[in-house]
């Protein structure tokens, strides 16, 4: 865990690592020897070979350890702590550690770690991001480094995508860190900066990527001017407590991200903003005459939309229109540049922001919607006053507008940990910008037991209304007939309500889960593997419960899963059919799609249509032609999404420099 001085940040409170942008000479030599060096010895590389004799140093223990009594283990427990931090993490140590805690953890919650689990465990001590399939135990395998870690006396960080999950793993491994003399903590939204103090203040603590980052921020703005090198060194000598009494981290010392292509990539495209409230005063007005403005301009003489892009722009003509429609008026009407950028948000709100998709409204309440886990964020708003148009469109009340106090990305935040190491189902695909942006090599671990899983072909319609009617013959068939339990997958909420309406004139009983239906998330997908259950849901990505098979299903040939809409990236696909057939369990998955789709209209629109007028309406796709289009398409948005996380980064780095002249960076 030690690391040299000069790659610590400087003038910070805590000890991380110094988040340096690297030289344009580095970068082309770092490439340069990536791609002439080390690339073609890659495939004679086998990374998990590199990791497989933790199971022996381990195996090595476990015999002595298992007829020791509890006391006895927790005296190892406290003899191991000084030789963790005098000689670092040799592996033969470190398997004496895992052989520990792996005992611990059988006496304490009643699990035994699998071989694959200590492989992955010691993947994740070494800072790689380790692929396990779901089901495979990613929760328990990363008790192995944290508690290692911790037991050499550095906070650990557990970070995970939601409230739940963090509080849950939390109470699930908590005897296991007790047993062995570690304390636990849990920060979730809503807690006051005390009790975050003391969550941080743990061994290890569990936490979500949001609320770690906005509490980073905090501290950082906590700093503001105070944050120097000559500033702390002063605070030091006069003894003074108020910076800890600021502050509610104590590091950036380990972190183990959980689901970690979800926060690496897919939300990482949106820099986090700390920002305050700045009043409304006549904004309802102005709202409500940018929404009638934008309404009076016509699509493609006005303005043009980039659907791919997410964007939106005035044209000359548009200008022209704009100005004589607000001809005499005053306030930000009689500035040119400040009424085209309002009608220009007024017309995102109206054009690219669609509700049960982008965001839904609950308690007359407008509440983005995390598209990459199909979850409401109640603590999130658009800035530069998009979200008030959205709340005006809505007829909602108004909130104030933010204004920005700090900003990070997630790219810039966890480069800032001493040692990083990842964990996820899907990772492989995105394994490159991993590796170029985070600086963890991606490992897949082996399956504990073979994997059952059936993979029909793709079914690919002409319409949307083909598809709906298909999906509810293949769950009447599969659930009503055969009495097998199905889960079916889509993109947004509007999406999982077509399809419950469908399944409802049929009359199939169902569940349904998206972002207006989450609070008993967990109980919902728990009951998914039972006989004839039927569970309509959107993205799956991050829910942390396992789907176990009830009575008589596997004999039936497990959980079957249908994808109803291909994703922006192949990963989410995968994450979806990784809910079948896990540890061995029967089960089956295909995907039963439309050319209507978001993914081909926005992101290969033209040959999608070519295909449509080729092949005719009603009848399915071959799988030959529909195969390169959902290439281009998936490979057109990965591209796309890249991109936006790229310029994300170096918009924050140019207005890092440019604040920090006057304090206000981050």
Not at 25 to 35: P, Q
Not at 227 to 256: A, N, P
Not at 541 to 557: F, N, P, Q, S
Not at 565 to 578: A, I, M, N, P, T
Request: charged fraction near 25%.
């Amino acid at each position: 865990m030690e690391l040299d001085h000069r790659d610590l940040a400087v003038g910070r409170p805590y000890p991380e690592r110094a988040d340096r942008e690297p030289a344009v000479h580095d970068r082309v030599a770092e490439y340069l020897a990536k791609g002439l060096i080390q690339r073609p010895f890659r495939r004679l590389r086998d990374p998990v070979r590199a990791l497989m004799p933790i199971v022996e140093y381990a195996a090595a223990h476990e015999n002595a350890l298992r007829i020791m009594s509890d006391e006895e283990l927790r005296l190892q427990a406290s003899a191991i702590r000084a030789k963790l931090r005098n000689s670092g993490f040799a592996p033969p140590l470190v398997g004496r550690c895992f052989a520990l805690v792996r005992e611990a953890a059988t006496r304490t919650i009643g699990q035994r770690h699998y071989d694959v689990q200590l492989i992955a465990g010691f993947g994740l001590l070494k800072g790689r991001l380790v692929e396990m399939a779901t089901g495979e135990g990613k929760t328990i395998a990363a008790t192995l480094p944290a508690a290692t870690v911790a037991l050499a006396g550095y906070p650990v960080h557990l970070i995970t995508v939601n409230d739940y999950l963090a509080q849950r793993d939390a109470g699930e491994m908590r005897a296991l860190y007790e047993f062995l003399g570690l304390s636990v903590g849990a920060v979730v939204q809503g807690m006051s900066r005390a009790e975050r103090r003391r969550a941080y203040a743990s061994s290890v603590t569990y936490c979500t990527n949001k609320e770690l980052a906005f509490d980073y921020l905090r501290d950082r703005v906590a700093l503001t001017h105070r944050s120097s090198s000559l500033h702390l060194s002063l605070g030091r000598l006069r003894g003074s407590l108020q910076r800890d009494e600021d502050l509610v981290l104590r590091g950036l010392y380990f972190g183990i991200v959980d689901e970690a292509d979800s926060i690496f990539i897919d939300e990482a495209r949106t820099p986090l903003i700390l920002s305050s409230s700045t009043g409304a005063g006549e904004e309802r007005l102005q709202c409500e005459q940018g929404l009638r403005f934008a309404s009076s301009l016509v699509a493609g003489k006005h303005f043009q939309i980039d659907l791919a892009e997410r964007n939106l722009a005035l044209t000359e003509e548009g200008r022209q229109e704009l100005g004589e429609l607000t001809e005499g008026l005053q306030g930000v009407w009689s500035s040119v540049r400040a009424r085209e950028e309002l009608v220009t948000q007024a017309l995102t709100a109206m054009m690219l922001f669609n509700r049960d998709q982008h965001y839904v409204v609950i308690d007359g309440k407008v509440q983005i919607v995390d598209e990459s886990t199909g979850r409401v964020m109640p603590d999130r708003s658009w800035e530069r006053g998009l979200h008030q148009l959205i709340e005006v469109k809505e007829g909602c009340e108004l909130t104030d507008r933010r204004e920005t106090l700090a900003r990070i990305t997630y790219q810039r935040l966890f480069r800032r940990y001493i040692r990083l190491s990842g964990m996820t189902g899907t990772a492989h695909e995105v394994a490159r910008e991993i590796k170029s942006v985070y600086g963890l090599d991606v490992v897949r671990i082996p399956l504990n037991r073979p994997s059952q899983r059936r993979v029909a072909l793709p079914l690919v319609c002409t319409t949307s209304a083909q598809k709906l009617r298909i999906i509810a013959d293949r769950v009447e068939r599969l659930a009503m007939a055969e009495g097998r339990a199905v889960l079916i997958g889509t993109r947004s909420v509007g999406a999982s309500e077509e399809i419950s309406a469908a399944l409802n004139a049929r009359g199939i009983a169902h569940a349904l889960l998206n972002a207006k239906q989450d609070k008993d998330e967990a109980d919902v997908v728990a009951a998914a593997g039972e006989p004839a259950r039927v569970t309509v849901a959107t993205n799956m990505a991050g829910r942390g419960t396992d789907i176990r098979l009830g009575a008589g299903v596997a004999a039936r040939g497990g959980l079957h899963v249908i994808l109803t809409e291909y994703h922006d990236s192949r990963r989410v696909d995968r994450q979806l059919f990784g809910r079948c057939a896990r540890q061995g369990d029967p089960g089956s998955c295909e995907a039963i799609v439309s050319l209507q789709d978001e993914l081909f209209v926005i992101h290969a629109g033209g040959v999608t249509r070519l295909l449509a007028r080729l092949v005719g309406g009603g009848v399915p796709i071959p799988s030959r032609l529909y195969q390169p289009l959902r290439w281009l398409a998936q490979f057109q948005a990965e591209r796309r999404h890249g991109y936006v996380r790229v310029q994300d980064v170096k918009q924050d780095r140019r207005l890092d420099r440019v604040l920090a002249f006057s304090g206000r960076g981050e």
